[in-house]
């Protein structure tokens, strides 16, 4: 997949929407910027006059900070040294007299203060100037910026007369315009018409053409590529050649502008229609970034995340509030969403995955562009949450349950534990690289995740017993179970409902242990929270299953005599009839169970589960 193309026609395809601020996948405010802008956190917006002349400022609310800045081609990849952004800057670059208030001294600060002057001034007097850049070009020339800011109370100096952290201010511009009828906004970063003044007289300043390695078009090249790609605090470049020393591309080049030449405006438009998508509806895994999107950009379900977090889209398709207390409720609920997803998508259209990740901290890699049919992409997405789908713990209030699967963070988080994933970035981008194939392309599930999930699942001891997280692992082994039984194309069928025609040997162990454990259960205080025998004895019976159910058995004979006479006879008779199911070939057996055990558990426990709170609802 050409990578470069796609992006460039997702900037194409959107630049009805340049400039505009729309929600992002947290609901904050996301732009496709502008070629040759990039976006900076202002700290402080200085306003004024036509003329040049102060009228006010004012600190910057932090929910408002994130400002439109235009930028040169150097200043855009500014790392350290001197690059003066066109307009809105920090105050060593716009004050003179900046290291008289500064607590340490910037050597820098004189060439920084000269560098802007000298590109603010060429704009203003260019055929291409605006009459915002021409107030602030008068205005910063004046060198008051700073004393400005004081008597305004917006910077205040310490008992040493200095500013401190004035090398974090970053100041931004408004100016009122002369014509009361001029609907552009006061606020430059608002301005579209400001924002084509320098994208004209960018390209009206544009050096010698050469072809583009991109598109092998005659442009102008740019040599220097923009940061910022996966977060505004991203220093990582997608391409660069700056090497000054060691030299790694000679023996094939004779100078680094031979190994690539970039289109300046091409480079822009791929940069930013990268840096959108990823804000817009990108995932993050630690230095892990992954983007999905159809080519018509219309709306597809995250491929990351759980199945209730996908249902929540069903809103948007049905006319009524509907509740869903069933698996059955729940799994019409996520085709509702998908038929949704279905209804919106064009199906000859296609889906574009990227994956980029960071090796070092300036450099960033494409570890994945690829591409599918959006057909495949919602089939495989459906089919992954169909074929995972049990009934789930939400981790979210008002919903306790859910039918499908988990989140990828969320099943990262069960089978390796919060408190490791969140300290561990490298294991979570691993894990998420092996199950992203799976999701996306419908690849088989790797036999040592499942077999993770099992061994996670049979260790209740070593869960909280107050805290829920031992059915969470359940749920989720038993979702990866049934999931590899239909890769493995097995005849029965699983589902959350109990499978009572199984003769399968772990599948009716794992019946027998649940019953142990709800009878023991049942004799339980209000507030109880040990751990049942059968629960204690978990691994050991996955192990030894014959041998560890005789130890088992005896141990609930006192919780049945607790019991009342119906439901003693009640559990000692499904025990006989679970045990009549197995030939005593299969019973006398003391191999390990399969992975099947744990399903049977989950079903057993279900239905118990179930049929008393029918019986709770009868009775009322």
């Known amino acids: 997949m050409n990578w470069v193309r796609e992006l460039l026609n997702l900037y194409e395809s959107s630049c009805d929407i340049v400039g505009r601020e ?81 607590p340490d001294l910037d050597k820098l600060s004189e060439e920084k203060h000269r560098l802007y002057l000298n590109g603010i001034k060429d704009w203003a007097e260019s055929e291409h100037s605006h009459e915002k850049v021409r107030a602030v070009y008068e205005y910063v020339k004046k060198e008051c910026i700073i004393s400005d800011l004081l008597r305004s109370g917006v910077l205040e100096t310490d008992e040493n007369e200095k500013i401190p952290n004035i090398k974090q201010e970053f100041v931004r511009f408004s100016v009122e315009s002369e014509d009361s009828e001029d609907a552009a906004p006061p606020e430059c970063w608002r301005d579209i018409t400001l924002r084509g003044s320098y994208i004209e007289y960018v390209k009206s300043r544009a050096g010698n053409a050469e072809i583009s390695y991109l598109t092998g078009e005659v442009v102008p090249i740019s040599y220097l590529q923009p940061k910022k790609i996966r977060n505004d605090g991203d220093s990582a470049k997608l391409i660069s050649s700056n090497d000054s020393s060691g030299f790694t591309f000679r023996g094939r080049f ?80 996520f085709e509702s969403a998908m038929n949704g997803y279905i209804k919106t998508s064009d199906y000859s259209s296609k889906t574009v995955i990227m994956a980029l990740n960071a090796a070092t901290p300036g450099r960033l890699s494409v570890i994945e562009a690829s591409e599918l049919s959006t057909s495949e992409y919602l089939e495989n997405i459906k089919k992954w949450h169909n074929d995972c789908g049990l009934i789930h713990l939400s981790l979210k209030k008002g919903t306790p349950k859910y039918y499908g699967v988990p989140g990828l963070k969320d099943i990262a988080c069960i089978l390796y534990g919060r408190e490791k994933i969140s300290s561990d970035e490298k294991l979570l981008q691993s894990f998420c690289n092996r199950l992203r194939p799976c999701i996306i392309y419908g690849k088989r599930l790797p036999q040592d995740i499942v077999n993770l999930a099992v061994n996670r699942a049979s260790s209740p001891e070593s869960f909280d017993p107050k805290s829920r997280d031992w059915e969470r692992a359940l749920s989720l082994a038993c979702s990866f179970i049934k999931k590899k039984e239909i890769e493995n194309s097995s005849k029965e069928d699983w589902k959350v409902s109990l499978n009572t025609n199984s003769t399968d040997r772990s599948y009716l162990f794992g019946r027998l242990l649940a019953v142990a454990d709800r009878i023991e259960y049942l004799t339980y205080a209000k507030d109880e929270d040990r751990l049942t025998n059968a629960k204690r004895y978990m691994n050991l019976f996955s192990r030894q299953p014959m041998k560890t159910w005789a130890n088992i058995h005896d141990r609930i004979i006192p919780y049945l005599q607790k019991l009342s006479v119906g439901e003693r006879i009640k559990y000692e008779k499904l025990i006989g009839e679970i045990t009549e199911k197995m030939s005593e070939a299969d019973f006398a057996d003391n191999s390990p169970l399969s992975g099947l055990y744990l399903l049977g558990f989950y079903n057993q426990s279900y239905a118990l589960n179930k049929k008393k709170d029918q019986e709770e609802n009868e009775n009322e």
């Not at 609901?27 to 976006?39: A, F, K, N, R, S």
């Not at 970039?262 to 791929?270: A, C, L, M, N, V």
């Open 22 to 102: 729309i929600k992002g996948r947290f609901g904050e405010d996301v732009i496709l910027l502008p070629p040759y802008h990039t976006t900076q956190k202002a700290t402080v917006t200085v306003k004024l006059l036509p003329s040049g002349n102060f009228r006010g400022a004012e600190r910057v609310a932090k929910d408002d900070s994130v400002t439109v800045i235009p930028v040169t081609e150097e200043s855009a990849a500014r790392t350290s040294g001197s690059a003066a952004h066109p307009l809105c800057d920090n105050l060593s670059y716009l004050a003179g007299n900046y290291n008289d208030f500064a």
């Open 254 to 333: 004779s100078t680094a502008e031979e190994a690539f030449a970039i289109g300046y405006e091409e480079s822009q438009k791929i940069h930013n229609a990268l840096k959108w998508i990823i804000r817009k509806q990108g995932s993050n895994f630690g230095n892990l970034c992954v983007a999905v999107w159809e080519s018509a950009m219309k709306p597809l379900p995250d491929y990351s995340a759980g199945t209730d977090e996908i249902c929540s889209i069903v809103d948007a398709f049905t006319e009524e509030e509907e509740r869903y207390d069933t698996d059955a409720a729940s799994a019409a609920r």
